[in-house]
């Protein structure tokens, strides 16, 4: 068990940590397998299914409840909810929730895990991941999971739950349900997850000031039960929803309220009025820049200019050249 995260100043780290990423790579290759098994309608809802409750695992789990604590609930469930995030094969939950809490501390600094504006599209995307720096978890910065044994289990583990489940998949329905229900959907569940450290910090709309570049994106929200939200997340994490007025849809929000009227979880955080229409008071200064912030790409990073070399002006022939 590693305690911290690979020290910042080694390059070798960012290199793609190439047998561990295989895995991932092998499977995009699988996806191709749809050739071979064709198509039928219970098929495609199978992976819509798989591809939706696994999503819910993933930002009521991962998300919502480890990174930020946004409502609460009882052991069982916490462990349920680890095991439902894990089946999407994105590593263990803690491992999950201790880089995104890292990712909140340093949105878009130079620290920032995986920030667009830093290192680019690629990097923000899946760069980080399949990279050597960050495959051990950082467990100080999940103090008040890791002192449960069953889910620091689940985390060094990870890899059980998924192999598990495609068994029984092709247990239950052969080659088609393994495609169907776990190659494809395991594939579009990692890239509808990530959109929200790439895509949700170049597209879409600013409507609070952060620090960071943030956006909400109505269209990331639907692909990613509610996440798409990000701009209101990132103005204020800890809330149940991210969806924060009527038209925000908000699924894992909407399968939250009804889990809290069956007493499963509770203490759903939400915005108070001040935070939510904290932009009302914003000035038109503020308002001007996050129109303009608001623009596709607007916040990435420049070409860096080129800077002038100085030469020397009493100097003799041709300056040295530089290094
Ligand atoms: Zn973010
Ligand atoms: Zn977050």
Redesign the pocket.
């Known amino acids: 068990m590693t305690e911290a995260i690979a020290a910042p100043h080694d390059p070798k780290l960012d290199r793609l940590a190439l047998g561990a990423s295989l895995p991932f790579f092998l499977a995009h290759l699988l996806v191709g397998l749809v050739v071979v098994t064709g198509f039928k309608w219970e098929w495609a809802l199978l992976a819509l299914f798989s591809y939706y409750v696994r999503m819910f695992g993933v930002t009521a789990g991962y998300h919502r409840y480890f990174s930020h604590r946004a409502f609460k609930t009882n052991r069982g469930f916490q462990f349920f909810l680890a095991v439902l995030a894990q089946l999407s094969t994105q590593k263990g939950a803690l491992w999950w929730a201790a880089n995104h809490r890292h990712?909140?501390r340093y949105?878009?600094q130079p620290e920032d895990i995986h920030s667009p504006v830093r290192r680019g599209f690629w990097w923000s995307h899946v760069g980080w991941i399949l990279s050597k720096r960050y495959d051990q978890t950082n467990y100080a910065a999940i103090k008040d999971f890791a002192r449960f044994p069953e889910l620091v289990w689940l985390n060094e583990h990870w890899l059980v739950l998924p192999v598990l489940a495609l068994g029984a998949l092709f247990a239950i329905g052969g080659l088609p349900f393994v495609v169907w229900g776990g190659i494809l959907p395991t594939v579009l569940l990692w890239h509808g997850t990530f959109t929200?450290?790439s895509l949700?910090?170049i597209f879409g709309k600013r409507r609070y000031v952060t620090t960071?570049t943030?956006r909400n994106n109505w269209l990331l929200a639907l692909i990613t039960c509610g996440e798409g939200w990000?701009n209101n997340?990132?103005y204020h994490q800890n809330t149940a929803n991210q969806g924060w007025f009527w038209w925000e849809v908000d699924f894992t929000f909407y399968v939250l309220k009804v889990l809290s009227w069956f007493g499963v979880v509770s203490d759903l955080r939400l915005p108070r009025p001040e935070t939510k229409f904290a932009y009302r008071s914003y000035t038109d200064e503020q308002r001007r820049q996050l129109a303009v912030e608001s623009r596709f790409g607007a916040l990435l990073p420049k070409p860096p200019t080129p800077t002038p070399v100085e030469m020397p002006s009493l100097g003799l022939g041709m300056p040295h050249a530089q290094r």
Do not use: A, L, P, Y
Request: hydrophobic share 10%; no cysteine; net charge negative.
């Open positions: 990712h909140h949105s878009d929200i450290n949700s910090h960071d943030s990000h997340h990132h």
